[in-house]
């Protein structure tokens, strides 16, 4: 059976959702193992957290050239593992840091890349969805091994608990992918809501707000869901830009989209078009983000979400 590889996704040392998202995806084609780069001594530790979905094996390669020298010694030691392995495939979670991996990857390993597919099928095909949505696209690499980073939350993931076997590779970054170091890095900063491109829920404000974000805030609060913003909203300094969503923003796929005083540009549309359910809350009847909305509210988002708040809390009371 193919044998098909999965860069294991870790925010602050702790495994991510997408990790199962991927190994579904990759089920579909051969069997699934799980490279973990971790630094020096944290190995086991990381890949005991890949104990959810079709995960076979779990690959453990320890240096850290991976803390210390970022991304190109990411790219180089997996590109050595493609070489020795020759797998069907290889899925990053499709984020910056994932693309960069797998570009630089791609380059090294002679190969072709796919990226931000929000699906892949048993012979390899990729799904995109380009130019806003308006356009799927099914591509397919036709050189090396396929690189393909997938979307976040744009695969229903197989959670069952996993136990694959463990083995540790002794792998060397080569002195060409040391030549840039990190010097400080900052981790994200976690709140009380989820992380934005994780988040089963989304509730997103934009132009209209007029800058005030609480009603956004307290009505994502009711229903344990990330807060995003659109573009407008960011580079009017309403809102942080790491919470913005769209084409130069974050991806986002939840199972429920919230939209409030967002008109529906083309860029914000980008980031999550793919959402499973979109409501849409403006007063302007002709937003264009009417267009690809599931369920509607023409009305004042002041209006409109305190008492939607007032709602949820008291379904759950």
């Excluded at 960069?100 to 969805?129: F, N, P």
């Excluded at 942080?240 to 967002?262: D, E, F, R, W």
């Excluded at 849409?280 to 209006?303: R, T, Y």
Aim: net charge neutral; aromatic share 4%.
């Amino acid at each position: 059976m193919s044998n098909v590889l999965i860069l294991a996704d870790f925010v602050s040392g702790k495994a991510t959702k997408t990790n199962a998202e991927l190994a579904t995806a990759g089920a579909r084609i051969g069997e699934v193992t799980a490279v973990v780069l971790a630094p020096a001594g944290k190995g086991a530790a990381m890949a005991s957290e890949i104990n959810k979905g079709p995960v076979s094996k779990v690959v453990i390669v320890e240096s850290d050239a991976f803390v210390n020298n970022g991304v190109a010694a990411v790219a180089d030691v997996l590109a050595q593992i493609i070489a020795a392995q020759s797998p069907a495939a290889v899925l990053i979670a499709s984020h910056a840091f994932g693309k960069e991996v797998a570009a630089r990857t791609a380059v090294k390993s002679g190969s072709g890349i796919i990226t931000d597919a929000v699906d892949v099928s048993s012979d390899v095909t990729a799904t995109q969805l380009v130019f806003g949505g308006s356009t799927t696209v099914h591509s397919k690499v036709s050189h090396g091994t396929p690189i393909i980073t997938v979307r976040p939350n744009s695969i229903d993931a197989q959670t069952a608990a996993a136990t694959p076997a463990v083995e540790t590779l002794s792998l060397q970054v080569s002195d060409a992918s040391k030549k840039a170091t990190v010097t400080s890095s900052q981790p994200p900063v976690q709140g009380g809501r989820p992380e934005l491109t994780e988040a089963n829920i989304v509730v997103s404000g934009g132009r209209g707000t007029n800058g005030d974000f609480s009603a956004v805030e307290g009505f994502a609060d009711s229903l344990g869901a990330a807060v995003g913003a659109s573009r407008a909203a960011t580079d009017a300094g309403w809102y942080p830009h790491s919470y913005q969503v769209g084409q130069t923003g974050k991806t986002v796929s939840p199972q429920l989209y919230v939209a409030c005083g967002i008109s529906g540009a083309i860029q914000h549309r980008a980031g999550m078009q793919t959402s499973k359910t979109i409501v849409v809350i403006n007063k302007d009847p002709e937003a264009p983000l009417f267009e690809i909305a599931d369920f509607g509210v023409v009305g004042d988002l002041f209006a409109v979400l305190p008492k939607a708040t007032e709602g949820v809390k008291a379904r759950k009371s």
